[in-house]
């Protein structure tokens, strides 16, 4: 039975990743920041389904030093060894440069980029030959966006550690990847006034913002396929086609 962690896996694109892994026969390691409420709902829905004994959910606050130590330290078999480590935990900070600090910037590059990288080292010795480790970037991280430079320069950050890592991950035969999600149905962007959910949708060539499932079955193709090392990979709809 192949084994997977994925982090920010309550909600969202983590959530539907999950869930998709678990059904191709799977053991998952769920884990979320905060959201209790997501969390209890997620066990419920899983041991309804059926898959007590695949799952673990752990919390853990991956913008704290030290929180990937506390995720990490906090996996139970079969999860001493991995098949996959999907890195999607992620925050934002929106606003003009004026109005960051310093705190806010460094919660975010914690969150998104030394977590992430620091999980993939301690992971390192888990990881099973075959195995792959998929970083979740995104196409923020690629189009300049004045009102969430943490999070753009975070996510650049991740698109370029996914091909530095390869050659480290070399000689245990494991694959580097990213997949770059454009604008997803997510409760976050769900959130926002429809004005501005209607200019997004003006400069997608799909013209709507993809589903949750959309990216988690790219994301799935990734993980299943033997050759695909050290790409980073857009689903994005055709975002900035004009």
């Known amino acids: 039975m192949k084994t997977a962690l994925i982090t920010g896996s309550t909600r969202g694109i983590g959530r539907a990743l999950g869930l998709a892994l678990l059904r191709q026969g799977c053991a998952v390691a ?3 920041r905060q959201d209790t409420q997501s969390a209890s709902n997620l066990e419920e829905e ?5 898959f007590g004994g695949r799952f673990q959910i752990i919390q853990a606050d991956l913008s704290l030093p030290g929180g990937h130590d506390v995720l990490v330290d906090g996996l139970l078999p079969p999860f001493d060894n991995l098949d996959y480590l999907i890195l999607n935990a992620a925050q934002t900070a929106r606003g003009r440069l004026e109005e960051l600090s310093v705190e806010r910037w460094e919660a975010v590059m914690r969150t998104n980029l030394t977590a992430p990288l620091f999980l993939t080292q301690r992971c390192a010795p888990r990881m099973r030959a075959q195995g792959c480790v998929l970083f979740v970037g995104a196409v923020m991280g690629q189009y300049p966006h004045a009102m969430s430079i943490p999070y753009g320069v975070s996510k650049a950050g991740v698109h370029y550690l996914t091909r530095s890592l390869v050659k480290e991950f070399e000689m245990q035969a494991v694959r580097i990847n990213c997949v770059c999600p454009g604008f997803v149905e997510t409760d ?3 959130k926002k006034p429809t004005e501005i959910r209607e200019s997004i949708e003006s400069k997608i060539a799909l013209h709507r ?5 959309e990216v988690a079955e790219l994301c799935c193709s990734i993980l299943n396929n033997t050759y695909m090392n050290g790409s980073v990979v857009n689903i994005d709809g055709g975002y900035c086609y004009r």
């Not at 899983?46 to 059926?50: Q, S, T, V």
């Open 30 to 32: 769920f884990h979320y």
């Open 46 to 50: 899983l041991r309804r389904e059926g």
């Open 188 to 190: 976050w962007q769900k």
């Open 209 to 213: 913002f993809a589903r949750a499932e």
